[in-house]
C-alpha cells in the first residue's frame, strides 16, 4: 500500500487545500541554472565519436568541480527556495 491515500485523507480532514501553481519550478531546480551553464561551456565545440568518450568528458567535468562549486549551488538553492516561499510559491522573476 502507498503511503498517497492516507495521507490525502489526513489533509482532507484537516480541510488543507492544494496551493494554486505549478508543482515544479524551474527556478528551484539548481542543475537548470548552476551545473547545466558551466557544463555547457565544458563541452562547446566539442565533439564525440563514441558513448564512452561522452562518458568520460562528463566524469571529467564533475570530477574537476571543486568542492565550493557544489556548496555555493546548494547554498543558492537554499536561498532561491527561501525567496519562493516568501512570495507563496510565485516564481522568480531575476
Same mark, same amino acid.
Given at each position: #500500500?502507498?503511503?498517497?491515500?492516507?495521507?490525502?485523507?489526513?489533509?482532507?480532514?484537516?480541510?488543507?487545500?492544494?496551493?494554486?501553481?505549478?508543482?515544479?519550478?524551474? +527556478? %528551484?531546480?539548481?542543475?537548470? $541554472? &548552476? %551545473? %547545466?551553464?558551466? *557544463?555547457? &561551456? &565544458? *563541452?562547446?565545440?566539442? /565533439?564525440?565519436?563514441?558513448?564512452?568518450? *561522452? /562518458?568520460? +568528458?562528463?566524469?571529467?567535468?564533475?570530477?574537476?568541480?571543486?568542492?565550493?562549486?557544489?556548496? /555555493?549551488? !546548494?547554498? +543558492? #538553492? *537554499?536561498?532561491?527556495?527561501? !525567496?519562493?516561499?516568501?512570495?507563496?510559491? $510565485? $516564481? !522568480?522573476? +531575476?
Amino acid at each position: #500500500m502507498t503511503t498517497r491515500a492516507p495521507t490525502w485523507r489526513r489533509r482532507s480532514s484537516r480541510s488543507w487545500r492544494r496551493a494554486a501553481g505549478r508543482r515544479y519550478s524551474s +527556478d %528551484l531546480a539548481s542543475s537548470d $541554472y &548552476h %551545473l %547545466l551553464r558551466p *557544463l555547457e &561551456h &565544458h *563541452l562547446a565545440g566539442r /565533439k564525440f565519436t563514441n558513448y564512452d568518450s *561522452l /562518458k568520460s +568528458d562528463f566524469a571529467d567535468f564533475f570530477e574537476s568541480q571543486p568542492p565550493e562549486f557544489w556548496a /555555493k549551488g !546548494i547554498g +543558492d #538553492m *537554499l536561498n532561491r527556495w527561501a !525567496i519562493v516561499v516568501d512570495n507563496c510559491g $510565485y $516564481y !522568480i522573476v +531575476d
